[in-house]
Protein backbone atom coordinates (compact mmCIF):
# COMPACT_ATOMS: atom_id res chain seq x y z
CA UNK A 1 0.00 0.00 0.00
CA UNK A 2 1.18 4.07 -0.41
CA UNK A 3 3.21 5.26 2.66
CA UNK A 4 5.08 8.41 3.79
CA UNK A 5 8.04 8.63 5.42
CA UNK A 6 9.52 11.59 6.97
CA UNK A 7 12.47 12.52 9.04
CA UNK A 8 11.82 12.30 12.41
CA UNK A 9 11.47 15.40 15.20
CA UNK A 10 12.01 17.65 16.38
CA UNK A 11 13.99 19.38 14.31
CA UNK A 12 15.44 22.36 16.43
CA UNK A 13 17.24 25.59 14.35
CA UNK A 14 18.24 29.12 15.43
CA UNK A 15 16.61 31.82 13.72
CA UNK A 16 17.39 32.74 10.12
CA UNK A 17 19.07 29.09 9.70
CA UNK A 18 18.14 26.87 6.32
CA UNK A 19 15.74 24.16 7.12
CA UNK A 20 15.42 20.90 4.89
CA UNK A 21 12.33 18.23 6.32
CA UNK A 22 12.83 14.87 4.14
CA UNK A 23 10.14 13.43 2.83
CA UNK A 24 10.05 9.99 0.58
CA UNK A 25 7.01 7.90 -0.77
CA UNK A 26 5.58 4.82 -1.69
CA UNK A 27 3.16 4.64 -4.36
CA UNK A 28 2.25 3.18 -7.36
CA UNK A 29 1.70 5.42 -10.47
CA UNK A 30 1.77 9.39 -10.01
CA UNK A 31 0.19 10.93 -7.04
CA UNK A 32 -0.15 14.05 -5.66
CA UNK A 33 2.63 15.14 -3.16
CA UNK A 34 1.41 17.81 -0.18
CA UNK A 35 2.72 19.54 2.58
CA UNK A 36 0.56 20.59 5.16
CA UNK A 37 1.61 22.50 8.56
CA UNK A 38 -0.10 22.07 11.97
CA UNK A 39 0.94 25.70 14.43
CA UNK A 40 0.13 24.99 17.84
CA UNK A 41 -3.57 24.50 18.69
CA UNK A 42 -4.85 24.65 15.28
CA UNK A 43 -6.16 21.92 12.37
CA UNK A 44 -3.93 21.18 9.57
CA UNK A 45 -3.45 23.75 6.79
CA UNK A 46 -2.24 23.10 3.15
CA UNK A 47 1.31 24.96 2.66
CA UNK A 48 2.45 23.53 -0.61
CA UNK A 49 1.23 20.73 -3.10
CA UNK A 50 2.93 19.01 -6.51
CA UNK A 51 1.11 17.35 -8.93
CA UNK A 52 3.18 15.68 -11.24
CA UNK A 53 6.88 14.91 -11.60
CA UNK A 54 9.50 17.87 -11.52
CA UNK A 55 6.55 19.96 -10.09
CA UNK A 56 7.45 22.65 -7.38
CA UNK A 57 5.46 23.26 -4.72
CA UNK A 58 6.18 26.94 -2.87
CA UNK A 59 4.44 29.34 -0.55
CA UNK A 60 5.42 31.53 2.52
CA UNK A 61 8.82 31.02 1.57
CA UNK A 62 8.59 27.67 1.72
CA UNK A 63 9.39 25.19 -1.29
CA UNK A 64 9.29 21.21 -2.31
CA UNK A 65 10.04 19.88 -5.44
CA UNK A 66 8.29 16.54 -6.50
CA UNK A 67 10.93 14.12 -7.64
CA UNK A 68 9.88 10.88 -9.45
CA UNK A 69 13.00 9.04 -9.30
CA UNK A 70 13.97 9.44 -5.55
CA UNK A 71 10.54 9.33 -4.78
CA UNK A 72 10.95 12.39 -2.88
CA UNK A 73 9.28 15.46 -1.54
CA UNK A 74 11.78 17.41 0.58
CA UNK A 75 10.86 20.86 1.79
CA UNK A 76 13.11 23.28 2.32
CA UNK A 77 13.48 26.82 3.84
CA UNK A 78 15.86 29.15 3.12
CA UNK A 79 15.78 31.59 6.44
CA UNK A 80 13.43 29.99 9.17
CA UNK A 81 11.72 32.45 11.75
CA UNK A 82 10.21 31.83 14.88
CA UNK A 83 6.47 31.47 13.58
CA UNK A 84 7.53 28.82 11.72
CA UNK A 85 7.29 26.75 14.53
CA UNK A 86 5.26 23.82 14.03
CA UNK A 87 4.69 20.04 12.60
CA UNK A 88 4.69 19.58 9.41
CA UNK A 89 3.10 16.28 7.62
CA UNK A 90 4.09 14.97 4.13
CA UNK A 91 1.47 13.54 2.55
CA UNK A 92 0.20 11.84 -1.13
CA UNK A 93 -3.00 11.07 -2.65
CA UNK A 94 -4.10 9.31 -5.26
CA UNK A 95 -7.53 10.93 -5.66
CA UNK A 96 -6.71 14.54 -5.41
CA UNK A 97 -7.54 15.65 -2.38
CA UNK A 98 -10.25 12.78 -1.09
CA UNK A 99 -8.06 10.50 0.58
CA UNK A 100 -4.60 11.63 2.29
CA UNK A 101 -2.02 9.10 3.63
CA UNK A 102 -0.05 11.10 5.73
CA UNK A 103 3.79 10.91 7.40
CA UNK A 104 4.49 10.73 10.98
CA UNK A 105 5.14 14.28 11.48
CA UNK A 106 7.99 16.30 11.88
CA UNK A 107 7.99 18.92 15.03
CA UNK A 108 9.72 22.28 14.18
CA UNK A 109 11.16 24.67 16.62
CA UNK A 110 12.89 27.26 16.05
CA UNK A 111 14.83 29.70 18.85
CA UNK A 112 15.31 33.16 18.60
CA UNK B 1 -9.28 30.13 3.24
CA UNK B 2 -12.66 27.77 4.03
CA UNK B 3 -12.80 26.61 7.47
CA UNK B 4 -13.66 23.30 9.47
CA UNK B 5 -14.76 23.83 13.04
CA UNK B 6 -14.25 20.58 15.53
CA UNK B 7 -15.67 20.50 18.75
CA UNK B 8 -14.56 20.13 21.31
CA UNK B 9 -10.88 20.45 21.31
CA UNK B 10 -10.47 18.29 24.61
CA UNK B 11 -12.39 15.94 26.34
CA UNK B 12 -12.01 13.60 29.36
CA UNK B 13 -14.60 10.96 29.41
CA UNK B 14 -15.37 7.60 32.00
CA UNK B 15 -14.44 4.30 30.66
CA UNK B 16 -17.75 2.65 29.29
CA UNK B 17 -19.31 5.96 28.20
CA UNK B 18 -19.85 7.71 24.99
CA UNK B 19 -18.39 11.00 23.02
CA UNK B 20 -19.69 12.51 20.52
CA UNK B 21 -16.95 14.82 18.34
CA UNK B 22 -18.33 17.85 15.84
CA UNK B 23 -17.31 18.73 12.51
CA UNK B 24 -18.69 22.07 10.80
CA UNK B 25 -17.59 22.87 7.47
CA UNK B 26 -18.72 26.99 8.10
CA UNK B 27 -18.41 28.51 4.76
CA UNK B 28 -18.99 25.60 2.45
CA UNK B 29 -21.75 22.46 1.89
CA UNK B 30 -19.24 19.69 2.21
CA UNK B 31 -20.66 16.27 0.49
CA UNK B 32 -17.59 14.28 1.82
CA UNK B 33 -16.00 14.88 5.32
CA UNK B 34 -12.79 12.22 6.67
CA UNK B 35 -12.17 11.06 9.90
CA UNK B 36 -8.09 11.06 11.20
CA UNK B 37 -7.14 8.99 14.33
CA UNK B 38 -3.24 9.74 15.66
CA UNK B 39 -1.50 8.03 18.08
CA UNK B 40 1.38 9.42 19.41
CA UNK B 41 4.67 9.91 16.95
CA UNK B 42 2.38 8.10 14.48
CA UNK B 43 0.62 8.92 10.80
CA UNK B 44 -2.95 10.03 10.85
CA UNK B 45 -4.63 7.06 9.86
CA UNK B 46 -8.12 7.35 8.09
CA UNK B 47 -10.67 5.94 10.03
CA UNK B 48 -13.82 6.52 7.60
CA UNK B 49 -15.45 8.45 4.91
CA UNK B 50 -18.67 10.13 5.88
CA UNK B 51 -20.78 10.87 3.12
CA UNK B 52 -23.66 13.21 3.33
CA UNK B 53 -27.31 11.13 3.63
CA UNK B 54 -25.42 7.83 2.82
CA UNK B 55 -23.87 5.40 5.51
CA UNK B 56 -19.86 6.37 5.90
CA UNK B 57 -17.38 4.08 4.51
CA UNK B 58 -15.07 2.79 7.28
CA UNK B 59 -11.39 1.69 6.56
CA UNK B 60 -10.49 -2.27 7.15
CA UNK B 61 -10.07 -2.44 10.64
CA UNK B 62 -11.86 0.08 12.10
CA UNK B 63 -15.15 -0.59 14.09
CA UNK B 64 -18.47 0.74 12.47
CA UNK B 65 -20.50 0.07 15.70
CA UNK B 66 -17.81 1.50 18.10
CA UNK B 67 -16.81 4.78 15.68
CA UNK B 68 -20.42 5.89 14.99
CA UNK B 69 -20.45 8.50 12.42
CA UNK B 70 -23.74 10.49 11.20
CA UNK B 71 -23.12 12.82 8.04
CA UNK B 72 -26.98 14.72 8.27
CA UNK B 73 -26.51 17.65 6.74
CA UNK B 74 -24.03 19.25 4.04
CA UNK B 75 -22.04 21.34 7.01
CA UNK B 76 -22.25 18.42 9.54
CA UNK B 77 -20.25 15.31 10.47
CA UNK B 78 -19.88 13.59 13.90
CA UNK B 79 -18.32 10.89 15.08
CA UNK B 80 -19.47 8.88 18.49
CA UNK B 81 -17.10 6.91 20.05
CA UNK B 82 -19.46 4.35 21.93
CA UNK B 83 -18.20 2.80 25.37
CA UNK B 84 -15.01 4.13 25.06
CA UNK B 85 -11.70 2.54 26.52
CA UNK B 86 -8.48 4.05 27.59
CA UNK B 87 -6.97 2.27 24.21
CA UNK B 88 -9.35 4.87 22.25
CA UNK B 89 -7.80 8.09 24.03
CA UNK B 90 -6.40 9.48 21.10
CA UNK B 91 -6.05 12.87 18.72
CA UNK B 92 -9.29 12.38 16.81
CA UNK B 93 -9.37 14.96 13.42
CA UNK B 94 -12.01 15.54 10.55
CA UNK B 95 -11.45 17.20 7.08
CA UNK B 96 -13.95 18.30 4.76
CA UNK B 97 -13.32 18.60 1.19
CA UNK B 98 -14.68 21.70 -0.65
CA UNK B 99 -16.01 20.85 -4.05
CA UNK B 100 -15.39 24.53 -5.76
CA UNK B 101 -12.16 24.50 -4.75
CA UNK B 102 -10.98 20.92 -4.49
CA UNK B 103 -9.12 21.17 -1.50
CA UNK B 104 -9.64 19.34 2.09
CA UNK B 105 -9.80 21.84 4.93
CA UNK B 106 -8.51 20.17 8.37
CA UNK B 107 -10.81 20.36 11.52
CA UNK B 108 -8.27 21.72 15.03
CA UNK B 109 -8.81 17.93 16.24
CA UNK B 110 -10.17 16.56 19.83
CA UNK B 111 -7.64 15.26 22.17
CA UNK B 112 -9.55 12.37 23.56
CA UNK B 113 -8.61 11.38 26.70
CA UNK B 114 -10.61 8.15 28.64
CA UNK B 115 -9.41 7.31 32.67
Not at chain 1, 54 to 74: I, L, P, Q, V, W
Not at chain 1, 87 to 106: E, Q
Not at chain 2, 45 to 50: E, N, P, Q, V, Y
Request: hydrophobic fraction near 35%; glycine fraction near 8%; charge should be neutral.
Amino acid sequence: GDSVTQMEGPVTLSEEAFLTINCTYTATGYPSLFWYVQYPGEGLQLLLKATKADDKGSNKGFEATYRKETTSFHLEKGSVQVSDSAVYFCALSRSGYSTLTFGKGTMLLVSP
Amino acid sequence: GAVVSQHPSRVICKSGTSVKIECRSLDFQATTMFWYRQFPKQSLMLMATSNEGSKATYEQGVEKDKFLINHASLTLSTLTVTSAHPEDSSFYICSARDPTQGEAFFGQGTRLTVV
